[in-house]
């Protein structure tokens, strides 16, 4: 895949899948800007370890939840670089998998849902709005949510989150039947549990034996797991794929 | 591959002088031989098709003219029959479209000229067609008939696939004989459409013929011309003023210059459900043929005020051009097309540079182009071959003012707008030279019957010829019963 001349916009992307991924496509030549909320440090090791990969990059702070800063970083990135190819909306609030301290549907007040649906979908939306008007200059695209296999098997009931990210997959298909006929395209990639990343680092080795047990691939994913389907609905090697979500998770969900 | 373009009755092919044509598209090479005749052949031929023309076309009825020239067109629709494979395979080669488009641009285009839309042709100039075949009662008294030319010159132009087909149906139905010169560009069509005809109808074998010289050998033009009744011309008003000077005083010239066509988008249209649907038909006007045609759009005017901004629409427009692109891809462009292009692109981007509002939008291998303008005043048309200009205007009446000032220039627009804004606008439009209003989706296909240029296609063609009722009258007074 190259990326060469394009932009690529990845929030949440200091650590854990979201460095990943600006890694990947700083690999294969794109221009990756490098969002993050409070880990400034975290964000420049990503920036070096992006040029060192051999594309370019630039850590940009902003609070995906803040449509203002929001717009400032398109703004700026707009400025700069003159067109955004793909927007990777992978941030969100941290959230502690923790199957055996986990909140039960009793004990939610509305608020957590409210929290989850802000984390997932509010930065999402905050993030589309601003970058739209700059590729539908182009009349070109690509929109990458990452969401979770949570959505479609609920191997531990997480509630709020799930519900959150089963909303980002539905706000990912209106999306993309109202942006199709603009050429701009708009996906999701839906992780099993990763490992290891700041969220997951409480889940409990029996758990991730008993998701490895029933894997077909039996193994956990790692961060570099998700790069590929990320770089690949990006890439123009997808550009016939609108609307769909693709489970990374070694054949835990299918379909 | 070899294929010989024309027909021509009575001159042995051992006798011709041929001259080659040569289309290259990828790796398919086709050669097409057309005949280059002499003063006396081109003599000769004309004789043999006024004779014929005389003799036999005009002796056939209407009816019996409307019955060949459908079984023709079914021919031509049969996708197993060899002059429709013909078509299929050569035509892309010739004209560089693809040949899907080629393929359903035929089947569209044939289908308009069956049996019921002939009728409907006729019937669009005469109320009565039997006068066509005898005299017929006038309404004044007396009585009237159309009688059409014993040669009919047909000079066509371009490359679209078919187009010669209009004005060869024309003349076959006012029953005049025909020479056409096909152009260099699509030599093909009208010569197998002759030959089927005379496959179908051995006895109009000598009522029309298909030659072709060289642009500009008017040693070759004259030959014929002088022998003609009535000339139908097609192409650029350079080349027809040219012509014009050839044709004799006492001879009927009917010169079909370049026309620019253009579409127009009502707000009330632009709702977030229909919005990408009528962008979609605009695109395929401007994909059809990539705009050669002069029922091609040039410029859409898009009216604010819709959900869907005229800014939006552009967009819509863009990417239902990037669709076509892999559906249908653009012919092969010559090095003078392609540059064309380019420098047209250039020319918006240098405007824009000085325009922030207008907007540039291209798919990186040139293949199509759509520019966004706010500027009513700078009208350029498209630079062809899928690229568009967009103009954004705050109501569709203020379009008819702009585009009045090339009245001589105009043909075709394409609407998308509620029944009484089509109305009024097509009221206005008309005053401004408009003579076609369509559908968008629908200018690259004009509906059978249609008046050409806002012209009688048949009526153009045909003389009256009227016995006054004074010889009636006076005819009585001579009759052997008379008291």
């Known amino acids: 895949m190259d990326f060469r001349g394009q932009t690529i916009i990845v929030t949440g992307a200091s650590r854990g899948i979201g460095a990943a991924v600006a890694k990947a496509f700083a690999a294969e030549g794109g221009t990756v800007i490098v969002n993050y909320l409070k880990n400034a440090e975290a964000a420049d090791r990503t920036v070096e370890a992006c040029k060192t ?59 957590d849902y409210r929290d989850q649906v802000d984390s997932a979908l509010q930065s999402a939306y905050n993030l589309c709005h601003a970058v739209l008007p700059v590729m539908k200059k182009r009349a070109t695209g690509s929109i990458v949510n990452v969401a979770t296999d949570l959505v479609a ?64 691939l039996r193994r956990i994913a790692t961060p570099e797991d998700v790069t590929g389907p990320v770089l690949f609905l990006a890439s123009d090697w997808s550009r016939f794929m609108t609307g769909q979500t693709l489970y990374v998770d070694g054949g835990l969900v299918m379909g | 591959m070899t294929e010989r373009a024309g027909y021509l ?40 098709v006024k004779l014929a023309s005389r003799t036999i076309l005009k002796a056939l009825t209407v009816s019996e003219i409307v019955d060949i020239t459908d079984r023709a067109i079914a021919r031509l629709l049969d996708r197993n029959d060899p002059y429709r494979r013909k078509c299929e395979a050569l035509l892309p080669l010739v004209t560089g479209y693809d040949a899907e488009m080629v393929r359903l641009g035929l089947t569209g285009y044939l289908k308009t000229f069956r049996k019921p ?37 047909h000079v066509w132009a371009g490359n679209v696939p078919g187009l010669p087909l209009w004005s060869m149906v024309a003349g076959l139905l006012v029953k005049a004989g025909s020479i056409g010169k096909v152009p260099s560009g699509e030599p093909l069509f009208a010569g197998w ?46 080349s027809l003023t040219e012509l014009r000077k050839h044709v004799p005083i006492t001879t009927r010239y009917l010169p079909h210059g370049h026309k620019v066509s253009f579409g127009m988008v009502a707000g009330a249209t632009l709702d977030t459900r229909k919005a990408a649907g009528v962008a979609q038909q605009a695109a395929y006007d401007v994909v059809r043929y990539d705009q050669q045609g002069c029922f091609s759009p040039h410029l859409f005017f898009v009216e604010r005020g819709g959900r869907v901004s005229p800014r939006e629409f552009t967009r819509y427009v863009a990417h239902a051009l990037a669709g076509f692109e892999s559906k249908y891809p653009r012919r092969e462009l010559t090095i003078a097309e392609a540059g064309g292009i380019a420098a047209w692109r250039d020319a918006a981007e240098t405007e824009a540079l000085s325009h922030p509002d207008m907007e540039v939008i291209a798919s990186e291998t040139g293949t199509w182009c759509a520019v966004y303008s706010e500027d ?59 003579t076609r209003i369509c559908a968008l989706g629908n200018m690259t296909a004009p509906e059978a019957g249609w008046h050409h240029d806002g012209r009688f296609n048949l009526l153009d063609l045909i003389s009256m010829v009227e016995i006054e009722q004074s010889a009636e009258t006076a005819a009585e007074t001579f009759a052997p019963y008379t008291d």
């Open chain 2, 376 to 434: 009513t005043t700078t009208l350029n048309p498209s630079g062809l071959n899928r690229t568009i200009r967009i103009v954004a205007v705050d109501a569709l009446d203020d379009v008819a003012p702009l585009v009045a000032p090339f009245k001589a220039f105009l043909q075709t627009a394409g609407i998308a707008a509620p029944p009484e804004e089509l109305h009024r606008l097509a009221n206005v439009l008309g005053t401004a030279g408009v």
């Open chain 2, 193 to 238: 459409f002759a030959q089927l005809l005379v496959e179908i109808e051995p006895r109009l074998t000598d009522c029309l013929a298909v030659v072709w010289w060289k642009g500009g050998d008017t040693a070759r033009e004259d030959a014929l011309l002088k022998q003609a009744d009535t000339v139908l011309a097609y192409g650029g008003n350079e």
């Open chain 1, 153 to 216: 098997r609920a191997v531990v009931p997480y509630h709020e989150y799930t519900t959150a990210k089963s909303a980002l997959v539905g706000f990912s298909r209106t999306l993309a039947a109202e942006l199709g006929p603009l050429g701009i395209r708009v996906n999701c990639v839906a992780p099993g549990l990763v490992y290891p990343t700041d969220a997951s680092r409480d889940t409990k080795e029996a758990v991730k034996d008993a998701i490895i047990e029933q894997t077909p």
């Open chain 2, 9 to 48: 009755p009575g001159i042995a092919e051992a006798d011709i002088e041929w001259q080659t044509l040569d289309f290259q598209r990828g790796n398919a090479a086709l050669h097409v031989e057309v005949p280059v005749l002499d003063d006396a052949q081109m003599d000769a031929l004309a004789v043999r």
């Open chain 2, 117 to 153: 839309n002939l009728q409907k042709f006729i019937a669009e100039d005469f109320a009565n067609p039997k006068i066509l075949d005898e005299f017929q009662p006038a309404p004044k008294g007396g009585f009237t008939k159309a009688i059409g030319p014993d040669l009919l010159v």
């Open chain 1, 53 to 111: 990969a051999g594309g370019d990059a630039q850590a940009m702070q902003a609070d995906v939840n803040d449509r203002d800063a929001i717009q400032r970083m398109v703004d700026t990135v707009a400025e700069e670089f003159g067109r955004i190819d793909t927007v990777v909306n992978n941030a969100f609030r941290p959230y502690t998998f923790d199957p055996d301290n986990r909140k039960r549907f009793d004990e939610l007040a509305w608020t």
